[in-house]
Every structure is written in C-alpha cells, then in structure tokens.
C-alpha cells in the first residue's frame, strides 16, 4: 500500500445500553481496543490511524488517535449509517490538509454483539486503486471480526485469554504466505501452552490439508506421521468436536470416535493428542492439534484456555487461505457454494433467479436472430480523374481545394503563360520573315529555294500551333462535373511542377462506392450479394442499404490493422453522399442462435489466442 497517504482516522463506536462494565473493566477494555488498534495500524503497511470511541446514545467521544484529529461530526453521521444500514459503508469527501484541499475515502464497518449492531469502525483514507481499497478493506474485517469477540467475553473473562488470542490473530494476519504465519502461530501456541508439538490444518472438502507443524518450517506433508495427523484432523472435523485422547486415561465413555488420535497417539511418542475444530462463523474451515507427553499438561483447565485462545482463528484462516488461491479455484468454490444452496432446503428468491436464469441459458440456443458482422467503410468514388501538369513551369492560380464541386469545363488552376506567348511572338515574327523569303522566291522564279523556305514556313507554322496548344492547356479544366477530392495547391502560387505532376482528383458526385473494410477474422462469413446497412459519421441517424459486389483476396491496411477491402453498391440514398465520408457497416450474413450472434466474434478469438499459446 502507498506511503503517500494523506492520513486515516479511525474510531469504534460501541452502544452502552448493550456493553456495561465497571471502572477497571472498561479501562481495560480500552487497553485492548487501543492494542487491537496498534495491531491493525502495523497490519496495514504504510497507514497512519487514529482511534475514538464513541457512545450510540449521545456520541460522546471517549479517545481519538491522533488526538483532536479528522471531522469527528462526519465521522459520527458515517458512523451511525453504517449501525442503521447494517453494512459497509465508503463515501469521498474533500478535506482541507495543510492549506490545500485534497479527496479521502471514508470507511465504515459495523460491528455486531450479541445478535445487535452496537457501533462502528471509520477510516478516513487517501484515494487509491480499488484492489488496494479491497486489500485493506478485507484486513479490516479481520480485525474487526477479532473486535467483536473481544466484546462478547470482556465483561466476564480474563483479559490474558484475549491478549493470547489477539497475539494468535496477529500472528496468522500477518502479511505473509499461510505456511509463515502458520508456521509462527504454531511455535507461539506451542510455547503459550507448554507442549511438544503443534499442527495447523485446512479443511478442502472431505480432506484436511497440513498447513504449518511448530519447529518446522519445511515438513514433508506424504510423511507417515503427517499423514496421520492430517486424518486425526478429519476425524475432528468431521465430528466438529474437539477430541482429546490421553493413552494413560480411559476412553471408553468419550462422547466422540477417536480411532484416528489412537493410532496417531501409537505411531509417535506423544501420549495425549487434543484437536480442535477452527469454525468461520457456522462452519467448520479447519483445526489445530496439539501434542505432548506431559500427563497434565492438557487439563480441562487449559482446554478451555485453548478454546477461547483459538476461537477466533478460523474467520482469519478462511480469508487468508481464499486470498491465496488462485482464481479457478475460487470460481470453483463460488459455484460449489451455489449448487448447495441450489439443491438445499430454502431461498425460494434464488431458487427462482436460478431457474430464471437457466431460462434465458436456454432461450439462447433456441432463439435465432441476425448474425451480423462489423466493419469500418468509406465512401469512394466509381471514377477518379486524375489532372496533372501538362508541362513544366509555374502555378499562376488556384481557384478550387479539395471539396468544391465543379462543372465541366470549370477552370481548376492556371499555369503561368508568359514565356509561352512571349516565345509565340518571336516564332510569329520568324514566321513572317520566312513567308516573304518565299514568296520572293516565288517571284524570280527561284523554285528550289522556294520549297525549302515552304518547307521552313510549315515548320514554323507546326510551332506556333504547338505553343497554341500549350497557351491553352495552361488553364487546367474539369472534364466532368463531380467533387475536388485530393489537391490542395491553395499555398503553392508560384511553386514550380514537372510535367506529369498530379494536381488535382476529382470524382463525379452521381457515382460512387461503398467499400467496407472487414476483419480478417470475419472475411470467412462474408459473401457476394449479402446485405449490409450502412450508417455514415455525418450522418448518424441515417441507414443506408447496399449490396456486395466484390471481395479482393488480398488483405490491406486501414487504419492500422489488417482487413479485406470488400466493395458494395448502395441502393437509392435521400442525403447528400461524397466520396470520402466514413462511416460503420453492419453486413447481415445469415440467422444463428443468439449465443452465436453474440459471442462467435469473442469466441474465435479466444480460440486463436489459446491455439497460439499452445493450448
């Protein structure tokens, strides 16, 4: 968890027309919440707490850590929310830190005692990730969880049972694997209570799984004698008693079967073998046993003492182990839970919600609908003109950019023509120079020069035409009425062009086609003739209907991913299309179940992605 945390303020309400004690008892028990406290703030790494305990009836605030910090009237109003509303309760607010204003997470769990809602506990957090919030908000249920039963047994008890039972929730909270903790709970247990050795054990189904053994770290769990303690611990849980067998005491009265704690008590050195069942609430998650060869080291005195010492270790148990199993497992618990309550007497609600929902399972493969398949278009024109330079030299104007609609003949843009005309004079004057040469010619009667200056007049003639033609190309026309799709020239006056150089696109606006991009992975469905709705990005509110007419084999990219360029006509429009537009097409290949119409895409995905990885 983050060291940046603003600061977190926490207090414990508790209702005292249910909770009363006299002098030293409720100091003590404020000795205790303020260790609980102190626990939870080292449990949660890197949290700065506080702590106030306030009464239900008028909410006076009895101790605060820090002293004289947060919104305690906010606090109080959360407080009581989440004793009325019987549940968590995470609310944001914006507070004042340090001359600047900053957003915190408010927190409320209630605590319970004796069937009733008696008070909460707040933490005022700084914003973080949600597994973060999670993570924090389960370890806060564990203390919490430690909390109320601190309060049920303070009134009567002896305070040193719930210090050791706070130091064995401490230990097995720990952030750390469930075989460390484990493994500290059991040596602590072990000192606490004088004996040889002891074992702490999972319930998964039917069978009991080791956890942790005092004195090692590192056990072999298929060792003969484990294996053994781990059916002593089935034995125990399936009895959901504790079970004490002590070989020098007899047995036979013993309101429980002790078959396995024999033969475990036979096969090791120990004589007396004491287990105890770990519960989560109503249910049996695991259990602790104890080893020893002292006769009187498990007296009915010291059973008790264990009991109340271990009572609170399953909850903690429970939510360690399911925090630690990866996600199929716990899916496969979640559904195991489901089915029993499925099958089990009882919750007529979720019975019904089932059934409902198996309904709709199976209306899924029942019920067919339009297997559609998406895929980005464009709007391109049938024909695309394309006006280059007819010579090299210079842009002159511009009177078109891309978007404006021409008529034929409409001039686009001139070249400059200066030198042109300029070189149109001197072959003009050429011209007439070589013309008098021949008609002198002519004259006297000179044939032979005549027809050379005939030929040289033709020659000059062919010429002149030539730059004719190219004084006139110079203004560069639209062959055909349409749309200015690519050429922008606008800021290139001046700018010098080669001949051959492209210009100008344009595109007639009564002719034009759909192309439809389409998945690589979708391709295989598509076919000629098939259907496909068109809805463009200017005009979002409209569908427009067209028909496929080719597929090019040949993947293309467009924008970036690959895809297959499949051409469509469409069908009679009412709004004013050009080519470039872009827009979503929705091709109609056929009718599925809806599970397929739904999910087909996902699943061939999913597919291909665990084939590559080799599954």
Same mark, same amino acid.
């Given at each position: ?61 009895? @101790? ?43 927190? $409320? ?10 008070? $909460? ?27 109320? !039963? ?54 998964? #189904? ?45 047995? $036979? ?32 998650? #695991? ?17 008790? &003492? ?15 182990? !399911? ?30 919600? !089932? ?11 029942? /019920? ?13 024109? !049938?024909?695309?003109?394309?006006? @280059? ?65 005939? =030929? &040289? ?65 979708? /391709?295989? =469905? ?43 006509? $469409? ?5 004013? /299309?050009?080519?470039?537009?872009? #827009?979503?097409?929705? /091709? ?10 739904? #999910? ?16």
């Amino acid at each position: 968890m983050s060291e940046s945390l603003v600061k977190a303020a926490s207090q414990t309400v508790v209702n005292n027309s249910l909770l009363t004690f006299d002098g030293d008892s409720n100091a003590a028990l404020a000795n205790e919440i303020e260790r609980w406290l102190n626990w939870q703030c080292s449990m949660l790494s890197g949290v700065k707490v506080g702590t106030s305990i306030l009464h239900c009836n008028d909410l006076k605030l009895i @101790s605060q850590w820090p002293r004289e910090s947060g919104d305690i009237d906010y606090i109080t109003t959360l407080a009581h929310e989440a004793v009325n509303r019987r549940e968590a309760v995470r609310r944001k607010l914006e507070v004042c830190e340090q001359e600047s204003a900053q957003l915190v997470e408010y927190l $409320a769990l209630p605590i319970l005692f004796n069937h009733q809602y008696v008070g $909460a506990v707040v933490l005022v957090l700084s914003l973080r990730s949600e597994p973060q919030f999670e993570a924090l908000k389960q370890l806060l249920q564990w203390g919490v969880a430690w909390l109320e !039963s601190c309060l049920v047994t303070s009134v009567d008890k002896d305070p040193v049972v719930y210090r050791n039972a706070l130091k064995a929730v401490e230990l097995l909270a720990e952030n750390l694997p469930s075989a460390i903790t484990g493994y500290h709970l059991c040596n602590y247990l072990a000192q606490l209570f004088d004996v040889d050795q002891v074992s702490l054990g999972f319930k998964c #189904g039917l069978r009991v799984d080791l956890i942790a053994v005092s004195n090692h770290l590192q056990f072999d769990a298929k060792a003969d004698v484990n294996r053994l303690i781990e059916l002593a611990m089935v034995e125990c849980t399936d009895q959901e008693l504790p079970i004490l067998y002590d070989a020098n005491a007899a047995t $036979a009265n013993v309101p429980y079967l002790c078959n396995a704690h024999v033969t475990l008590v036979q096969s090791i050195t120990e004589s007396i073998v004491y287990s105890v069942p770990l519960r989560n609430s109503e249910e049996v998650v #695991g259990c602790i046993t104890f080893h020893t060869t002292r006769p009187q080291a498990l007296d009915a005195i010291v059973q008790l &003492r264990v009991s109340e010492t271990v009572n609170y270790l399953g909850t903690v148990l429970a939510l360690k182990i !399911s925090s630690e199993q990866p996600w199929w497992q716990v899916a496969r618990e979640f559904f195991k839970k489901q089915s029993r309550r499925l099958f089990s007497k009882g919750e007529p609600k979720f019975k019904a919600l !089932s059934l409902l929902a198996m309904s709709l399972l199976a209306s899924l493969t029942l /019920i067919e609908g339009d297997y559609t398949i998406t895929a980005r278009s464009q709007i391109e024109g !049938s024909v695309q003109q394309l006006i @280059s330079a007819p010579f090299a030299g210079f842009i002159e104007s511009v009177n078109v950019r891309p978007g404006d609609s021409v008529t034929k003949g409409q001039v686009l843009t001139a070249l400059e023509d200066s030198e042109l005309n300029l070189e149109k004079t001197q072959w003009q004057s050429k011209r007439d120079g070589i013309k008098r040469e021949y008609y002198k010619a002519l004259a006297t009667g000179k044939r032979v020069d005549a027809g050379l200056m005939k =030929e &040289r007049l033709l020659q000059a003639q062919a010429r002149l035409n030539l730059i004719d033609s190219h004084i006139e190309r110079a203004q560069l026309k639209a062959p055909f009425s349409g749309i200015v799709i690519k050429g922008d020239l606008s800021q290139s006056l001046g700018m010098p062009v080669e001949k051959g150089d492209r210009l100008f696109v344009i595109s007639p606006l009564s002719e034009f086609s759909v192309v439809l991009y389409v998945d690589e992975v979708d /391709i295989e =469905e598509v076919g000629i003739g098939q259907q496909a709705t068109l809805r463009l990005t200017g005009f979002p509110s409209t569908e427009i209907t067209a028909t496929i007419t080719k597929i090019t084999p040949i993947v293309s990219t467009y924008l970036q991913q690959s895809a297959f360029r499949v051409e469509a006509v $469409a069908q009679d429009t009412k709004i004013n /299309i050009q080519p470039g537009m872009q #827009g979503v097409a929705r /091709i109609i290949t056929g009718t599925e179940p809806l599970f397929k119409v739904w #999910g087909q895409s996902l699943f061939d995905r999913i597919r291909l992605w665990l084939w590559s990885i080799g599954l």
